[in-house]
């Protein structure tokens, strides 16, 4: 009824304004809208008309370079935290009361998500986005790194550790997808590959001596913390 007054109103005030013969179609532009804002792409889906949405601009890239520290890193923490319990076994043993046969736990809950989860992580990273399943595996890591810090108890320590090797499934072959699709060109690519394999194996030894250090000083729950 207001809205039939206002267009009355107009139409007197403005003779040559006539009503258009088709409603406009605010409703579908806002659901358009709505979902570019909550989608991860960074241009409108191939289905969007160009009149309807205007190109988007392109958000500035971060150096390639930046990027491919931030999956070093991501592995680096990842090969470290795996090696670096090995050598905190007798203390955790003697502080949460393990015996011979749960103590090889820590590690085999580990690696057993870690390698089933492997392929699976990839292959979810295809279907939803590699760098979603990257930044869900960073987080899941961490959540539970928290929560093996903080284990009192055999059982809780084991299905933390399990966890984290889930979250490990999800952030390395992810971030080794995206390398490739950031870096184009065979030789740089062949080199940022490189860098992100020896990021592992770094990690793997500079775990080791991490580990010992932590253990005989301030314990070995911050294992678990770096």
């Not at 011979?100 to 085999?108: A, G, K």
């Not at 990690?203 to 000083?217: E, N």
């Amino acid at each position: 009824m207001m809205v039939h007054s206002s267009l009355s109103f107009i139409q007197s005030a403005h003779p040559s304004i006539q009503p258009s013969a088709h409603p406009p179609a605010l409703s579908s532009s806002l659901c358009l809208s709505f979902f570019l804002l909550l989608s991860p792409f960074s241009s409108p889906p191939p289905f969007v008309s160009q009149s309807v949405f205007p190109p988007m601009k392109t958000a500035t890239k971060a150096p390639k370079w930046a990027i491919l520290i931030v999956f070093c890193l991501a592995q680096f923490l990842d090969v470290a935290n795996l090696s670096a319990v090995n050598i905190s076994l007798p203390t955790i043993k003697a502080e949460l009361h393990f015996s011979e046969s749960q103590l090889p736990w820590i590690v085999n809950a580990f690696t057993l998500t870690f390698g089933t989860f492997l392929l699976i992580g990839g292959k979810l990273g295809d279907k939803f986005g590699h760098k979603l399943l990257f930044l869900i595996g960073l987080l899941w890591f961490s959540v539970w790194s928290l929560v093996c810090g903080l284990s009192q108890s055999v059982i809780l320590l084991c299905v933390a550790r399990a966890m984290q090797g889930l979250g490990a499934a999800c952030t390395i072959p992810n971030a080794l997808a995206l390398i490739q699709f950031t870096y184009t060109e065979e030789i740089e690519k062949s080199r940022a590959l490189s860098v992100f394999s020896s990021s592992g194996a770094l990690g793997f030894g500079i775990g080791l001596v991490l580990g010992g250090v932590f253990t005989a000083t301030i314990g070995w729950k911050y294992i678990f913390y770096m």
